[in-house]
């Protein structure tokens, strides 16, 4: 059980964040569909699971405390050019790379908050992923062209994230190949 408030209200935090990556990528990845970018759609779609992965991981590292909380948790809105969306994603996974994570890390290390340490640094490490591979969509549809791809795959475990490949092993939390979820057009 969470046992400092300071790390219950950053899991509820990140919980919130990531709850709306999830939709907000859904949503964007419509449009890129609609657009013709029908690569940058399948992205989108996996990367919403994979922060459908954190936000399950930053629920169950609450230890199903009780209670009604005001959640606060950035996110990015509108719903813009698929370029434009791009944008948005690369910004919102850099603001948790850069400055969130790391954050909510070191005083969840303070307190003693194990599973919150998990939690924050298996997200940490797939939003690194993430935010390149934004930044490698939009320099593509900047230039008038889907990104290549076949398939990713993504850790059910801690959301790492493979393009076109599949570990024998996830390399943040060690599962094997048999805990990635494929996802292909």
């Given at each position: 059980?969470?046992?400092?408030?300071?790390?219950?209200?950053?899991?509820?935090?990140?919980?919130?964040?990531?709850?709306?990556?999830?939709?907000r990528y859904k949503v964007w990845g419509q449009k890129a569909d609609e657009e013709?970018?029908?690569?940058?759609?399948?992205?989108?779609?996996?990367?919403?699971?994979?922060?459908?992965?954190?936000?399950?991981?930053?629920?169950?590292?609450?230890?199903?405390?009780?209670?009604?909380?005001?959640?606060?948790?950035?996110?990015?809105?509108?719903?813009?050019?698929?370029?434009?969306?791009?944008?948005?994603?690369?910004?919102?996974?850099?603001?948790?790379?850069?400055?969130?994570?790391?954050?909510?890390?070191?005083?969840?290390?303070?307190?003693?908050?194990?599973?919150?340490?998990?939690?924050?640094?298996?997200?940490?490490?797939?939003?690194?992923?993430?935010?390149?591979?934004?930044?490698?969509?939009?320099?593509?549809?900047?230039?008038?062209?889907?990104?290549?791809?076949?398939?990713?795959?993504?850790?059910?475990?801690?959301?790492?994230?493979?393009?076109?490949?599949?570990?024998?092993?996830?390399?943040?939390?060690?599962?094997?190949?048999?805990?990635?979820?494929?996802?292909?057009?």
């Open positions: 059980m969470v046992k400092n408030d300071m790390t219950a209200q950053n899991l509820r935090s990140a919980y919130a964040g990531e709850s709306m990556a999830y939709q013709g970018f029908e690569n940058v759609a399948l992205l989108f779609d996996a990367i919403a699971y994979a922060e459908e992965v954190h936000a399950g991981n930053h629920f169950a590292a609450h230890d199903n405390v009780e209670g009604d909380f005001l959640v606060a948790g950035g996110g990015e809105f509108g719903l813009g050019t698929t370029s434009e969306n791009l944008v948005g994603a690369i910004e919102g996974e850099e603001g948790e790379v850069e400055q969130m994570y790391p954050t909510y890390s070191i005083v969840a290390k303070e307190q003693g908050e194990s599973d919150a340490v998990r939690s924050f640094h298996y997200a940490l490490e797939a939003e690194q992923i993430h935010a390149k591979l934004f930044r490698n969509a939009k320099e593509h549809v900047d230039n008038g062209e889907d990104i290549e791809l076949e398939y990713v795959t993504i850790c059910e475990v801690c959301g790492h994230t493979v393009v076109d490949g599949l570990p024998d092993k996830c390399p943040v939390c060690g599962e094997p190949s048999s805990a990635f979820r494929k996802f292909t057009k």
